[in-house]
């Protein structure tokens, strides 16, 4: 039952990953969109009440702030979802292949913006999402461009959301919505999570996370299975 943050951390320590919102993809999340998709209890959980400890899109940013074995990012179907440090490593194996950046660039497989966002990123060691624009010269003609970028870099891995900063003008007042800020991975967990992940099999990793889906979903289609993997 989540009735509030405290319970929202225990469930998901104990799932080990989670849809960040809902099931429409079938497989597990810890808090549905909807509760009438839930079992039949009184809950004060709501979303976008601003409540930072009955509202899951405050806890989005919550995890991110106030702990340091939670990543919440774009890594599910392109969508958001959360993954327990302990079971990060799995998926690392998984999206990157055992290849570091550079190599997967080399490939083709990332694109020229994909490549200029992570090179900021990865020479400021965090930047929130308006300089990331600005810096790489990013305009309104090229925002799809850009969001899939970022994107495509959270799927594969290589960077993840770590908090939020606000906007200030260049007088020093702070103005409008608060901005995302992002990092690499190795920044975020440390850089010991990549040679943790080198040390995992792709076939083990698969595997201890597909039966995991299956105790949560017992009914997860085989074809979504696949696509939450990241195959």
């Not at 319970?7 to 099931?23: H, I, P, V, Y």
């Not at 009184?42 to 990543?71: N, Q």
């Amino acid at each position: 039952m989540i009735t509030d943050y405290s319970s929202f951390l225990k469930a998901l320590s104990e799932a080990g990953f989670s849809m960040g919102g809902g099931n429409s993809e079938g497989i597990y999340a810890v808090v549905p969109w909807n509760w009438n998709e839930a079992p039949p209890y009184e809950t004060p959980v709501r979303w976008h009440t601003g409540d930072p400890d009955t509202d899951p899109w405050e806890w989005r940013m919550r995890v991110l702030d106030e702990r340091d074995d939670i990543a919440y990012a774009k890594v599910f179907f392109r969508k958001s979802g959360y993954i327990m440090r302990d079971w990060y490593p799995l998926f690392l194996r998984l999206r990157r292949h055992g290849k570091d950046f550079q190599q997967t660039y080399s490939e083709g497989t990332i694109s020229r913006e994909a490549k200029t966002i992570y090179d900021l990123i990865a020479q400021y060691d965090a930047l929130p999402v308006h300089v990331i624009k600005s810096m790489a010269g990013f305009g309104k003609e090229s925002a799809s461009q850009f969001e899939r970028a970022l994107t495509d870099l959270q799927m594969r891995m290589f960077i993840t959301m770590c908090g939020r900063q606000q906007k200030t003008s260049l007088k020093g007042e702070e103005y409008g919505w608060s901005s995302t800020v992002f990092c690499t991975v190795g920044t975020y967990f440390g850089e010991g999570i990549e040679e943790e992940a080198m040390r995992i099999t792709e076939a083990s990793a698969r595997e201890q996370i597909r039966e995991r889906i299956l105790l949560l979903s017992p009914d997860a289609p085989e074809k979504r299975i696949a696509k939450f993997l990241g195959e």
